[in-house]
Each structure stands twice: as C-alpha cells, then as structure tokens.
T-cell receptor, first 114, second 115 residues
C-alpha cells in the first residue's frame, strides 16, 4: 500500500476554474502538509495541518485552502486558477516527535493551467 | 531565518565513482535536522538520509553518507560507487527538530551519472 497517495496525478484545466487535489496517508501520522514545486524545481511549504492547528505560509494566496475531513486526509482546494498556479503539488505527512523526523511525500500532482 | 544553499545546479559523475553534492545552511535554531531527498525523473520525493545537529557521527545509509561539518554549517551528501539509477535531482533540506512547519529545501542539484 502506498503510504501517502495523491489524486489526480495530472490535472489540466482552464484559468478561472476551481479544482481540488486529494491526499491520503495510511501511516497514522498526525500532521500533513502541502508543498508546491515550481518550474525551477524549488519546493516551498504551503500549509501544515494537524488536528489542532492549521499553519499557513503567509505567501500563499487565499485562493488556496486546505480541507481535512479526518486525520488521514488533507485535500487542497484552489479557486479561480491562474497561470502561475501551474506547478507540481506534493502532499506529505510526518509524526510529531518522531525520532528522525522523516517527512513522507506523495508522488506529486502536476497541475497545468491553460 | 533559515536558509539552505545548494550551489551546484548540475553535476556529472562517471559510473562507479564517488560524488559529493554540496549543501550549506544557516539557522538560528540550536537543534535542527538536515535531510537529503532524491527526486528521479518520475517525480516522487525519496528520503535518503538524516543528520541531527546533535549527532557527533556522520550519518550513513548504504551508499549514502552525510558529511556534516557543524562549524562550517555544511551538510554535503556523498554517494559512493555511483549507479546509473542515481541520476536524479537531489535536494538538501533542514528544519528545527520535530517542526516541519519550518522545513526548507535547497534549490536542488541535478546529478547525471555517465556510463
């Protein structure tokens, strides 16, 4: 079983649309994240969330919103998509207080906005 | 503020040779973790190795070792006996211990292994 899974893997859409990317982890971790990897391969954290706290990177536009129906899921909703939103979005999870603090990543979702 | 710098955008290495990927960092945290991830062309992010700032010995994982020099604030990745499958992007990352909310990645190094 895949530890952190994201769907869809590829998403092509028009400017102005609203889209969602789903993420599920079966590791029993208490914290989940969304990262954005731009065309230059730079990875930047967007959100982190556990059942107590949502932390938002202040540079993320409010068109982006994470939604967590339960501890194992953290979905990413994007409203009014713009060309600059084209990127690969990675979901990740971790266990607070883990010994090595390994961050487990999903396979990424490539979003293309036309 | 934290900063991660990878100064080698691309590198070539001959198969079976060793290669060192550079990573320097800056942080005001007393305790922190340093990580290396591999991203093959397929896109997934694969965890390779971890070093805690409190660890006195350099971390090793199979053919991967982390050359940690705390005073120089460097955490270079050494890959021994390179294989064709090692061709990928490699990212250095760091953050305060147990706090991935402040987890930052470097810009990456593209490694090409030549047969």
């Amino acid at each position: 079983d895949t530890a952190v899974s994201q769907t869809p893997k590829y998403l092509v859409t028009q400017m102005g649309n609203d889209k969602s990317i789903k993420c599920e982890q079966n590791l029993g971790h208490d914290t989940m994240y969304w990262y954005k990897q731009d065309s230059k391969k730079f990875l930047k954290i967007m959100f982190s969330y556990n059942n107590k706290e949502l932390i938002i990177n202040e540079t993320v536009p409010n068109r982006f919103s994470p939604k967590s129906p339960d501890k194992a899921h953290l979905n990413l909703h994007i409203n009014s998509l713009e060309l600059g939103d084209s990127a690969v979005y990675f979901c990740a999870s971790s266990q607070a207080g883990g010994l090595t603090g390994e961050l487990f990543f999903g396979e990424g979702s490539r979003l293309t906005v036309l | 503020a934290q900063k991660i710098t990878q100064t080698q955008p691309g590198m070539f290495v001959q198969e079976k040779e060793a290669v060192t990927l550079d990573c320097t960092y800056d942080t005001s945290d007393q305790s922190y973790g340093l990580f290396w991830y591999k991203q093959p062309s397929s896109g997934e992010m694969i965890f390779l190795i971890y070093q805690g700032s409190y660890d006195e010995q350099n971390a090793t994982e199979g053919r991967y070792s982390l050359n940690f020099q705390k005073a120089r604030k460097s955490a270079n990745l050494v890959i021994s006996a390179s294989q064709l499958g090692d061709s990928a992007m490699y990212f250095c990352a760091m953050g305060p211990l147990y706090n991935f909310n402040k987890f930052y990645f470097g810009s990456g190094t593209k490694l090409n292994v030549k047969p």
